[in-house]
């Protein structure tokens, strides 16, 4: 059910792209293709000589382009933003924020809620005894191959295999 709910999250991600491209494909038309005769006419656009013409065209559909790679582009770090942590990316780059609440040492099952709204939950046997925290920092890296991601608390050098669940 989880796996479900990530692709749904990453259709939804993406559908915004896509409809951008579907828009860029509709502003290559000239302007004169992609309006009616009435909206052409009352935008004055008539008036124009064909040079004038053509050099709107040509500005409309590079603004375009450039306004849709940018859409592209946001929409891509989105989806690997929310996602990360189900899947992982190809990025070494830590997940760095802190936990909600006390950290009571590391034990099999147990939830860890953090800050940037993300949740994950303990997978391994590892064992962080004694320790009691309010909200210390944490990073979450991703291992060298495969999907596995692991917790460790600021200032100790335990980690802790996890899994995000939220």
Do not use: H
């Amino acid at each position: 059910m989880p796996m479900l709910r990530i692709l749904i999250l990453v259709i939804a991600c993406c559908l915004p792209a896509a409809t951008v491209f579907a828009q860029q494909d509709a502003g290559q038309r000239p302007l004169e293709q992609a309006m009616s005769t009435e909206e052409f006419q009352a935008a004055g656009l008539n008036k124009l000589s064909a040079q004038e013409l053509a050099t709107l065209n040509t500005w409309l559909n590079r603004t375009i382009s450039t306004a849709s790679a940018k859409a592209a582009e946001l929409a891509e770090s989105r989806v690997q933003t929310q996602a990360r942590g189900f899947f992982n990316f190809g990025s070494d780059d830590p997940i760095v924020t802190s936990i909600v609440g006390d950290f009571r040492g590391y034990a099999r099952g147990r939830n860890y809620s953090l800050a940037n709204g993300q949740e994950w939950e303990q997978i391994d046997d590892a064992s962080l005894v004694g320790v009691r925290k309010t909200s210390p920092g944490v990073r979450i890296t991703p291992s060298v191959m495969g999907n596995a991601w692991y917790l460790q608390i600021d200032g100790y050098n335990t980690r802790a295999k996890v899994r995000r669940i939220k």
